[in-house]
């Protein structure tokens, strides 16, 4: 140990000024340290320089790295240095004022060098290069490996020929410790906002301006009459939104919203809430939410709400119910039927399934895979293709006959994909049902138009076939495209291109420039017009099928001109259903462009879905929620495709 008297080591200290004032004179200074420098040996001066240059090293290493952890985990923690958020409509001070429905207003841009929600992607090696369209001579010659096949099995050829390899998973075994969430993405330089992305944001500031200001913590704003529609009472616009404003960047509101979700989202009420809209919007959004942000307020309240959905499921024949009171916890189906609906029944999993990853609790997802092996096994079905109704006492399908893709079964096909992809492509009833589903609606249901042969997705009801499409199919495009971007049948990319023009001429051949709810295809050779509407099914809800659609076709193949069809899309909810003080509306008669008439409701899925897609299909960062990591449940929400 060093004795303070050494000569050396006052010298280091510069400040012994004995016998001198000390006159802030930049020369006396110089002066005197020259002096007591000459005065040190050679092995004192090495020594101090070393220890100057250490000094000045280290500090310069460590400087960026904490202030860049420093502003991470501040965001993190909701603790960014902005002023304090206040939870109530105080939205009229914190957001610009609405402009004119035909001149967006520009958004105000996120601060690009803050870092946040939206760019915490993972950075790919290059091996990985998420959603390259994978491109091989052997096009066209798509097949799928046999699992049985020991060495080979679980490795498909794509629908562009390459071969794709399924991730390690043991789909029956979640593999993620209580409470963890899956690898939160790593921080990369903010790709720059394009003119449409940004034009996005600005109509999602748009429509949680009306909703903060009218409809706060309510289910939905009614943005006409400037106040707000309840359902379940559980703020469902607000937590379908919860992860749009994540990937939009909108900290503020964002933080809002959790705390709102934190102090008043009870999921104690006495209310009876339907068990399949709850788990896709809420469950779904709060699992959504909590893997984007690792923030485990959400994870505790999804599994809450699990919890509290599961008295569904009593029923003898394990079929769920289609509602929950989830205060007293007791379930039961509409007092007009014990039926309950095949896409309700058989759109749950994902949800489900992830929760028990999260937690390790088995209950949820063996209650929901029994559904599934259930439905699976059932006579009933025809090519694949399920009835829309199914008996929760005897576990049968019923009102047998009729068959479509849209409402009431849309979505059974849909999960049965994206189930198989989730669990790591292990699970190979699943792809089975889907593979023949999809064989079933090109053998029963696909027709095409005159006179432009738009090939579009029809019913059937007891064998007569009738050429009624609902905006709902749309989901088709691109549920097709993703199957072949994971290898399945060549022809379904195909079907899908085809598709996805039919969707979007629902779009341009309307006055307004929106699709219906429904559409009549014309099947007459002599007929003008492919696309008819009856007046019953005029209206528009502001769905997002066509521009889910849309994102995942500009994934996978990189046309831009599904940009565009969304670009048109978006100027058109602009000019047709913005409402000035706030909020977007649905409309009754999108062939009126001269009154679409107001309907006075925004849905929650017009935020937590349409504006998502849209944002998503105009960043040409194909990493951004990145296809070969996530998949999105049927109202948009992001869950982790399970790894090990
Ligand atoms: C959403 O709630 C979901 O997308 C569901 O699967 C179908 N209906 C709406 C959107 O149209």
């Known amino acids: 140990m060093y004795s303070p008297q050494r000569r050396d080591f006052i010298s280091v200290t510069l400040g012994n000024q004995a016998g001198r004032t000390y006159d802030n004179s930049k020369t006396w200074r110089r002066q005197s340290c020259w002096r007591k420098w000459k005065q040190?040996?050679?092995?004192?001066?090495?020594?101090?320089?070393?220890?100057?240059?250490?000094?000045?090293?280290?500090?310069?290493?460590?400087?960026?790295?904490?202030?860049?952890?420093?502003?991470?985990?501040?965001?993190?923690?909701?603790?960014?240095?902005?002023?304090e958020p206040a939870v109530g409509p105080r939205v009229a001070v914190l957001l610009p004022k609405a402009p004119a429905i035909t001149q967006p207003q520009k958004p105000r841009r996120p601060n690009l060098n803050k870092r946040g929600p939206p760019f915490l992607q993972k950075r790919l090696s290059k091996k990985e290069n998420a959603e390259e369209p994978k491109i091989n001579k052997e096009e066209n010659e798509a097949q799928v490996i046999?699992?049985?096949?020991?060495?080979?099995?679980?490795?498909?050829?794509?629908?562009?020929?390459?071969?794709?390899?399924?991730?390690?998973?043991?789909?029956?075994?979640?593999?993620?410790?209580?409470?963890?969430?899956?690898?939160?993405?790593?921080?990369?330089?903010?790709?720059?906002?394009?003119?449409?992305?940004?034009?996005?944001?600005?109509?999602?500031?748009?429509?949680?301006?009306?909703?903060?200001?009218?409809?706060?913590?309510?289910?939905?704003?009614?943005?006409?009459?400037?106040?707000?529609?309840?359902?379940?009472?559980?703020?469902?616009?607000?937590?379908d939104a919860l992860d749009t404003m994540w990937i939009l960047g909108q900290q503020e509101e964002f933080e809002e919203a959790k705390k709102?979700?934190?102090?008043?989202?009870?999921?104690?009420?006495?209310?009876?809430?339907?068990?399949?809209?709850?788990t896709i919007r809420i469950l779904g959004g709060l699992l959504s939410v909590y893997n984007l942000t690792g923030d485990q307020v959400f994870l505790d309240k999804a599994s809450e709400l699990g919890n509290r959905l599961m008295p569904a499921f009593d029923t003898p024949s394990r079929i769920p119910y289609s509602d929950v009171n989830i205060g007293r916890g007791t379930a039961h189906p509409p007092r007009w039927t014990s039926d309950s609906t095949v896409a309700e029944v058989t759109s749950i999993q994902l949800e489900f399934r992830e929760l028990s990853r999260l937690?390790?609790?088995?209950?949820?997802?063996?209650?929901?895979?029994?559904?599934?092996?259930?439905?699976?096994?059932?006579?009933?079905?025809?090519?694949?293709?399920?009835p829309m109704f199914i008996n929760t006492n005897s576990g049968q399908f019923s009102h047998l006959g009729v068959?479509?893709?849209?409402?009431?079964?849309?979505?059974?096909?849909?999960?049965?994909?994206?189930?198989?992809?989730?669990?790591?492509?292990?699970?190979?009833?699943?792809?089975?049902?889907?593979?023949?589903?999809?064989?079933?609606?090109?053998?029963?249901?696909?027709?095409?138009?005159?006179p432009r042969k738009l090939t579009f997705v029809g019913?059937?009801?007891?064998?007569?076939?009738?050429?009624?499409?609902?905006?709902?199919?749309?989901?088709?495009?691109?549920?097709?495209?993703?199957?072949?971007?994971?290898?399945?049948?060549?022809?379904?990319?195909?079907?899908?291109?085809?598709?996805?023009?039919?969707?979007?001429?629902?779009?341009?051949?309307?006055?307004?420039?929106?699709?219906?709810?429904?559409?009549?295809?014309?099947?007459?050779?002599?007929?003008?017009?492919?696309?008819?509407?009856?007046?019953?099914?005029?209206?528009?809800?502001?769905?997002?099928?066509?521009?889910e659609s849309l994102f995942y076709m500009y994934r996978f193949t990189r046309d831009k001109k599904y940009q565009?069809?969304?670009?048109?899309?978006?100027?058109?909810?602009n000019k047709y259903t913005r409402v000035d003080t706030g909020g977007y509306t649905s409309i009754n008669n999108v062939r009126k462009s001269e009154?679409?008439?107001?309907?006075?409701?925004?849905?929650?899925?017009?935020?937590?879905?349409?504006?998502?897609?849209?944002?998503?299909?105009?960043?040409?960062?194909?990493?951004?929620?990145?296809?070969?990591?996530?998949?999105?449940n049927t109202e948009a929400h992001i869950l982790p495709i399970w790894t090990t």
Not at 533 to 541: E, Q
């Open 260 to 278: 709102w979700v934190v102090t008043d989202l009870n999921l104690g009420k006495n209310v009876d809430v339907n068990l399949f809209e709850t």
């Open 564 to 573: 565009d069809w969304g670009w048109q899309i978006l100027q058109n909810f």
């Open 359 to 386: 937690t390790k609790e088995e209950k949820y997802q063996a209650s929901v895979n029994e559904v599934m092996k259930h439905i699976h096994k059932l006579g009933g079905k025809m090519d694949g293709l399920v």
């Open 40 to 83: 040190l040996s050679r092995l004192q001066r090495s020594l101090i320089a070393f220890l100057f240059v250490f000094m000045v090293v280290c500090g310069i290493a460590a400087y960026p790295n904490l202030s860049e952890r420093w502003q991470v985990e501040s965001y993190h923690n909701g603790e960014l240095k902005q002023a």
């Open 403 to 450: 068959y479509t893709l849209g409402a009431r079964a849309d979505s059974y096909y849909e999960y049965l994909l994206k189930q198989w992809i989730q669990g790591g492509r292990k699970e190979s009833d699943l792809l089975d049902d889907y593979l023949q589903a999809i064989e079933g609606i090109k053998k029963n249901l696909i027709r095409k138009s005159e």
């Open 459 to 547: 019913e059937l009801s007891h064998n007569q076939f009738s050429p009624k499409m609902d905006h709902l199919v749309c989901f088709l495009p691109g549920t097709l495209a993703l199957g072949a971007h994971y290898g399945l049948n060549a022809d379904h990319m195909e079907l899908a291109k085809e598709l996805m023009e039919t969707c979007y001429q629902m779009y341009a051949q309307i006055e307004t420039g929106l699709s219906p709810e429904i559409v009549h295809f014309n099947l007459r050779p002599h007929n003008t017009k492919d696309v008819e509407v009856k007046p019953a099914d005029r209206h528009n809800l502001l769905r997002p099928e066509t521009v």
């Open 595 to 632: 009154n679409p008439e107001p309907r006075d409701k925004m849905e929650s899925f017009f935020l937590g879905e349409t504006l998502k897609y849209l944002f998503l299909l105009f960043s040409n960062d194909f990493n951004l929620i990145s296809l070969d990591k996530y998949i999105f």
């Open 146 to 239: 046999p699992n049985d096949q020991e060495e080979e099995k679980d490795i498909t050829i794509s629908w562009r020929g390459m071969k794709i390899e399924p991730e390690q998973v043991n789909p029956a075994l979640p593999d993620t410790k209580k409470g963890e969430p899956v690898p939160n993405e790593t921080i990369k330089e903010p790709e720059a906002l394009n003119e449409r992305q940004m034009a996005v944001i600005e109509a999602f500031q748009h429509a949680w301006k009306g909703y903060k200001q009218y409809a706060w913590g309510h289910d939905e704003l009614k943005p006409i009459s400037k106040t707000y529609s309840e359902w379940f009472g559980l703020g469902l616009t607000l937590v």
